[in-house]
């Protein structure tokens, strides 16, 4: 069972993070809004200060789906 008070911690989060990044979250919501199918590929590359960038990328599997759908459930959207 979810902690009341951790689900309100991370929802608080949440909403902080969507202030200060407003058109990386609307990034998300346009490719992600369609649900994602098996296969996907999704890369992520950081670049820190002063350092070079590192990329990885992971396909999609149908466990992942499951995943993303128990995370959905547990902020009610």
């Known amino acids: 069972m979810i902690n009341p008070a951790t689900a309100m911690k991370f929802m608080k989060s949440k909403d902080l993070f969507t202030e200060?990044?407003?058109k990386f979250v609307m990034?998300?919501?346009k490719v992600?809004?369609?649900g994602v199918a098996e296969g996907t590929v999704i890369e992520v590359?950081?670049?820190q200060?002063?350092?070079k960038p590192v990329?990885?990328?992971i396909k999609v599997k149908q466990s992942d789906l499951e995943?993303?759908?128990d995370l959905?459930?547990?902020v009610g959207r």
């Open 27 to 29: 990034f998300l919501k």
């Open 72 to 74: 959905r459930e547990l």
């Open 20 to 22: 200060n990044h407003p």
């Open 32 to 34: 992600f809004g369609n």
């Open 49 to 51: 200060p002063g350092q």
């Open 45 to 47: 590359t950081v670049t």
């Open 55 to 57: 990329t990885s990328n």
């Open 67 to 69: 995943m993303l759908q």
